[in-house]
């Protein structure tokens, strides 16, 4: 799993204030409701609606608030907006390689707003495929280091199909095909390990290092994007020191 960036561990530490648990509840919404009218209210028969029910309940989303959102995907519930996906691919600074996935009821007003939040950056929107060829689809689950032995991760994880199983810092992180994803998961869960994270996500091929103003500059810039109302996910190729890392978090 060469290149991988430490932004999935920042995030799934970092501190969620009410108001970024507004925002998370409100992209969880969006994203129940897109699976739910392209495959449907039961997530054992529609695999983008379970992962994106289990997201909603990482996010201690309500149960009756999940119920409701897949009901307006399904129709029968009235005012779900009509949502287009779609991905905005560019370079922040530094040349960090940025993509940015959205659910709009509005392109004309998100794909400005999104090259405004770039610029103001100094980086740049680039056309679809310009960055997204650097990155590669992957199952992500991650457990703190304490929580989980070696031994034990790497037996149930493999066994279970995983790809590899590596130490990154504090944390231990299980990379998986997306197709198998959700049976590792599974797997660990059913034998008492809950994840302190687990997500389909995007892995990048080869990183770029920010330090000082650079990892300032380029922190600001994701965090700027995700919170964008339109935002659902962010993936970046940036790694940070620890220094920067512990500076940019006190």
């Given amino acids: 799993m060469a290149g991988h960036s430490k932004w999935a561990n920042i995030k799934h530490r970092k501190a969620r204030q009410d108001a970024a648990k507004g925002k998370a509840w409100s992209r969880c919404s969006k994203a129940i409701i897109v699976a739910a009218k392209n495959g449907g209210g039961d997530p054992e ?4 609606l379970r992962y994106a029910i289990d997201d909603a309940k990482a996010e201690n989303m309500p149960k009756d ?3 409701k959102a897949i009901k307006k995907g399904t129709g029968e519930l009235e005012g779900a907006a009509d949502y287009v996906e779609v991905r905005y ?7 960090v390689a940025v993509m940015v996935d959205c659910l709009t009821d509005n392109l004309n007003r998100t794909a400005p707003e999104i090259r405004k939040i770039f610029e103001r950056a100094n980086g740049n929107l ?3 495929g310009s960055v997204s060829f650097g990155f590669n689809q992957k199952g992500l689950i991650i457990y703190e280091k304490q929580r ?3 031994d034990d991760l790497m037996m149930l994880a493999i066994d279970a ?3 590899d199983v590596r130490l990154n810092d504090d944390v231990w992180e299980g990379a998986t095909d997306p197709k198998t994803f959700m049976s590792v998961k599974q797997a660990l869960v059913d ?3 809950e994840p302190d994270s687990a997500a389909i996500t995007m892995i990048p091929q080869t990183t770029v290092k920010c330090v000082g103003d650079d990892a300032d500059k380029i922190m600001r810039l994701i ?3 995700e919170d964008h109302d339109d935002v659902q996910n962010v993936y970046a190729n940036f790694e940070i020191s620890e220094e920067d890392l512990a500076r940019l978090g006190a």
């Fill in 89 to 95: 691919e560019g370079y922040g600074p530094g040349g």
């Fill in 191 to 193: 034998a008492g390990h």
């Fill in 45 to 48: 028969a529609n695999l983008a």
């Fill in 161 to 163: 199909g995983a790809e």
């Fill in 126 to 128: 680039g056309v679809p």
């Fill in 223 to 225: 965090e700027n994007l």
């Fill in 148 to 150: 989980i032995s070696e």
């Fill in 65 to 67: 608030t999940i119920a």
